[in-house]
């Protein structure tokens, strides 16, 4: 972050500098604040971390407030603090060095926004969004664009209201392109990053069932994702906004019903700069199209047909959300100038370098000498990512297969039918399944409805170290580790292939790591 004075922080966010006396009289009169052109090097929400020099974001959530840690800030050298207590910045609570707000986690976004703003003005920036699939777009879209920019993007799970304005302040002053993954739970949300990144072309992967329980609607759904339109309601005369979206998605494959939404937003209504939507997909309309796609153990294969010709596509990823996922990035690639063959290129390094083990989302891991395939999924889940997941493990070669599945969330009313079809899905992809959670009873309920004459082959626990100990039990019977076996004796007894996803909350990623410790 380029150093700013203190004074322009208050600026940045509307706030006010002028305080009550420090023996806690209150009054209005101004006073002679030298500080004010002190500099500040960073922004930080956490009182934990290093804030010498920076300014000390206290942000009110729902179990905490950091008003009550902004003493430890100043202690450990915090250049000024930003509250919204009016009452005890009025009696000097605070120190002398705070800046007071309605409200900081707007403040946090509105000092993001005007930084961009003016002190990055020439910096691109294109925003992912989605129902499934935006981490990973993201990544693939960073890769593409790295290998002609300096480009950056927002880290794993920084796509909220705090982490994407923190890094939008960390940037470094030389990016060129800005990769913005933007994540939501309801309406607005949206719209709030939108107002920081405001950029200047986005991608939707798909628009799913997440979310059902605040939004009610698929159709509310897209509307909500939409406001990322908003941002072609800014650009200058002669640059329209341009939106990469996925044509085989029922919704996103609606251009009328899209340009009507962005439209509402500002961009294409008359006197705007206009809208040019993308779309990618395998259906014959799309302007990226993949055909002959081939999903298996040792990648992804497809035929790309786009407006610069045709291209084979080859890339050590599993999956095939993963055809989709890089149509999305190859597209955004050719906003920017870089063509599909240099963008296969950069995925293709990114895929070698990144994908398996080392991937940000879907890890592929091999365990007790190669005999168990790990895939860590447990990074998030919904009816949409759930089958390609388990599309995945099916394509995995193993003696057994197990799905070790967690409670999806937020899915409203609905939630038990999509429980349900996730389990029969899994009955047919795989030998065992075990799960956590009290929604996960649907996982099994549609297991059992495939499978009448079940022997017991889905089973439900409380939480994640029961199903471990059971999953490591199954295991070690099934691959030869029991107990008085040597490994020389286990060796080569068989293989097995394990998934485990839900959402971010079941923790799942617990099971995963304790496999890993057991069987490394």
Excluded at 410 to 439: N, W
Excluded at 495 to 518: C, F, N, P, Q, Y
Aim: glycine letters at 12%; charged letters at 25%.
């Amino acid at each position: 972050m380029k150093a700013i004075s203190i004074k322009r922080l208050a600026e940045f966010c509307n706030g006010k500098l002028v305080a009550g006396d420090a023996d806690g009289a209150t009054g209005d009169r101004p006073r002679f604040l030298p500080f004010l052109q002190d500099e500040i090097k960073g922004i930080v929400t956490d009182s934990r971390k290093d804030v010498a020099q920076k300014a000390f974001v206290a942000i009110k959530g729902e179990n905490f407030d950091g008003q009550a840690f902004v003493r430890e800030a100043l202690g450990k050298g915090a250049a000024c603090v930003v509250v919204s207590d009016r009452e005890g910045w009025e009696k000097g609570l605070y120190g002398d060095r705070a800046i007071l707000t309605d409200d900081t986690l707007t403040a946090l976004g509105d000092i993001a926004a005007a930084y961009l703003r003016e002190e990055m003005p020439g910096m691109r920036r294109i925003a992912v969004t989605g129902s499934v699939g935006k981490t990973t777009t993201k990544e693939f879209i960073h890769a593409v664009l790295a290998s002609e920019y300096k480009a950056e993007k927002t880290p794993l799970s920084h796509n909220n209201e705090i982490g994407l304005p923190s890094t939008a302040l960390s940037l470094p002053d030389d990016t060129e392109i800005f990769v913005a993954e933007m994540g939501m739970r309801g309406s607005g949300q949206i719209r709030y990053l939108e107002n920081i990144v405001r950029p200047e072309a986005a991608v939707i992967t798909t628009i799913g069932n997440a979310h059902l329980e605040l939004l009610g609607s698929r159709e509310n759904i897209l509307k909500a994702k939409m406001e990322i339109c908003l941002a072609g309601a800014r650009l200058p005369a002669g640059k329209p906004f341009r939106l990469v979206v996925n044509g085989d998605n029922d919704l996103l494959g609606d251009l009328p019903r899209l340009r009507e939404i962005a439209a509402g937003y500002g961009a294409g209504a008359p006197g705007s700069s206009g809208l040019e939507i993308v779309t990618f997909g395998q259906n014959s309309s799309a302007d990226y199209r993949a055909t002959e796609a081939i999903c298996g153990e040792n990648g992804i294969n497809y035929l790309l047909i786009c407006p610069e010709g045709n291209f084979h596509v080859s890339l050590p990823l599993q999956g095939e959300h993963n055809v989709y996922n890089t149509l999305a990035a190859i597209a955004a690639g050719g906003l920017f100038g870089i063509g599909p063959e240099k963008a296969i290129a950069a995925l293709k390094r990114y895929a070698e370098e990144c994908g398996g083990e080392n991937s940000v989302r879907q890890r592929i891991v091999k365990l007790a000498g190669g005999r168990i395939v790990l895939i860590d999924d447990a990074y998030n889940a919904g009816p949409e990512s759930m089958p390609a997941s388990l599309s995945v493990l099916g394509g995995i070669k193993a003696d057994i297969r197990i799905a070790a599945l967690g409670d999806m969330v937020e899915l409203g009313p609905r939630s038990p039918e999509f429980h349900r079809e996730i389990g029969k899905i899994a009955a047919a992809t795989c030998d065992r399944l075990f799960t956590v959670g009290e929604k996960s009873q649907g996982y099994i309920d549609g297991w059992r409805e495939s499978k009448p004459a079940d022997d017991g082959s889905a089973k439900r626990f409380s939480d994640t170290e029961a199903a471990f100990s059971a999953i490591s039990r199954y295991l070690d019977k099934a691959l030869g580790n029991a107990p008085g076996k040597s490994p020389d004796e286990a060796r080569g007894e068989g293989t097995a292939a394990v998934l485990v996803k839900g959402s971010h909350i079941m923790h799942m990623d617990r099971i995963s790591r304790l496999l890993e410790e057991k069987y490394k």
